[in-house]
């Protein structure tokens, strides 16, 4: 990517067509013909979300706010907004609009989701709204108690129903759907690189976590079904496409992250994407003979902070983040043998920790065919969205 980039000044954010067009494949190869509903947050590109959907095996996006979801509505027919919402101003549109309301689906995981839409536009006054229920898939450990992230308090088939049933009931609203996502399996790398009794570790949970989820997820599907017909049931991420795939009652899975590739999947055993995305920084000080600074890089991933949320500087290969100043909003220093023949305005490249955050930062991101730069797209942030 750094020839066919020679002529761009950086900053700026670069996807290899190759890596990714085998990512995508990739990804529904290792689904097994249960369609991937593509996971927006990870992506945050309008143009590579419409590419990927264009493909056989994808089907739907899986949102991460209302108004995203309404934005996206306006040309892709199968939205389905992966969190809860408080957002009134988008619950009155998605209200106004009987087109965006046959378009897209919220999630709830209590009466009072119910409750908030009610209070914005009443049941009368609107079509129906459709919901979906998401299903708590952390595991519950003997040994290490709760596993996995702190999302819906619905973990039992009988809350489920429950839920249903008032949903059922309640007019303005239509039930179509449930969701669970496995963030234990799916999210926690389970190859962790220079650490294989945390590995094996990992992945003995892993194991238990899924059976667990499997014969509890089917029984809430089966409750929440007697009580009305499911469109879809929705489970998974990047890192669990086989595992989630195969429970037989998960009817599509969510994967956007194994797209680009970031470097938190470096650390997974049973599969590899491809690095698709990067971004590039110039060197605009020399402080000392073995080190640079680069303008900018603190591109910090969500989650623990840890090392592991950094940037990874990829090339030129051998240079290393300082100890001390690691990556910075406004600089980040870099040591080793490399950097003593960088020169002021030579790129280094780095690869962000997660995906769809890396848009956060570039208005566009530049399309790498072989050695040329085939275009640019713009993400959110160049279309002048900014959602979460």
């Known amino acids: 990517m750094n020839a066919a980039t020679a002529a761009l000044d950086p900053v700026f954010g670069a996807v290899n067509l ?32 419409d590419a990927v959907l264009a493909m056989p095996g994808y089907r739907g996006v ?3 706010t209302l108004a995203e979801a309404l934005w996206l509505a306006e040309t892709i027919d199968d939205v389905v907004v992966g969190y809860p919402t408080a957002d009134r101003a988008a619950v009155a549109a998605l209200a106004a609009s009987p087109e965006l309301a046959a378009r897209v689906t ?15 536009v009443a049941p009368t006054a609107r079509p129906d709204i459709r919901v979906a229920i998401e299903l708590d898939s952390s595991y519950k450990s003997k040994l290490l108690g709760h596993i996995g992230v702190w999302r819906s308090p619905v973990h039992r088939a009988e809350q489920a129903r429950a839920l249903a049933e008032v949903v059922v009931a309640r007019r303005g609203f239509r039930l179509v759907g449930m969701m669970g996502y496995e963030a234990q399996v799916a999210g926690l790398g389970n190859a962790p690189k220079g650490s294989p009794l ?22 809430a599907v089966a409750a929440v079904s007697e009580l009305a017909p499911l469109e879809f049931v929705n489970g998974g991420g990047t890192g669990s496409l086989e595992a989630t795939g195969a429970d037989r009652s998960v009817t599509e899975v969510a ?33 000392a003979p073995d080190r640079v600074t680069l303008l900018g890089g603190g591109w910090i ?12 500087v990829v090339w030129p290969a051998g240079l ?28 280094v490249w780095l ?14 991101l530049h399309l790498i065919d072989a050695d040329t730069v085939a275009g640019a797209l713009p993400t959110y942030r160049g279309e002048g969205k900014a959602f979460l």
């Open 351 to 364: 690869r962000h920790t997660k995906a769809g955050e890396l848009s956060e930062h570039v208005n566009e």
């Open 62 to 64: 899986l949102a991460y």
């Open 301 to 312: 991933a969500s989650g623990p902070p840890g090392v592991d949320r950094l940037p990874q």
């Open 255 to 287: 994967a956007g992250s194994g797209l680009f590739g970031p470097h938190l999947f470096d650390n997974y055993a049973h599969f590899t994407p491809a690095p698709a995305a990067a971004f590039a920084l110039p060197v605009v000080r020399r402080p």
């Open 106 to 120: 919220i999630m709830i995981d209590s009466v009072e989701h119910l409750d908030l839409v009610d209070s914005v």
């Open 198 to 219: 945390r590995g094996a570790m990992v992945r003995a949970l892993q194991r238990s976590s899924m059976a667990e989820l499997v014969e509890r997820r089917a029984a």
């Open 18 to 49: 190759a890596a990714l067009s085998y990512n995508a494949h990739d990804l529904a190869r290792r689904a097994n013909g249960v369609p991937i509903r593509v996971a927006s947050k990870s992506v945050r590109c309008r143009g590579v979300l």
């Open 320 to 347: 290393t983040m300082v100890p001390r100043e690691m990556a910075g909003e406004v600089q980040t220093p870099v040591v080793g043998e490399p950097a003593t023949r960088l020169r002021l305005g030579d790129r």
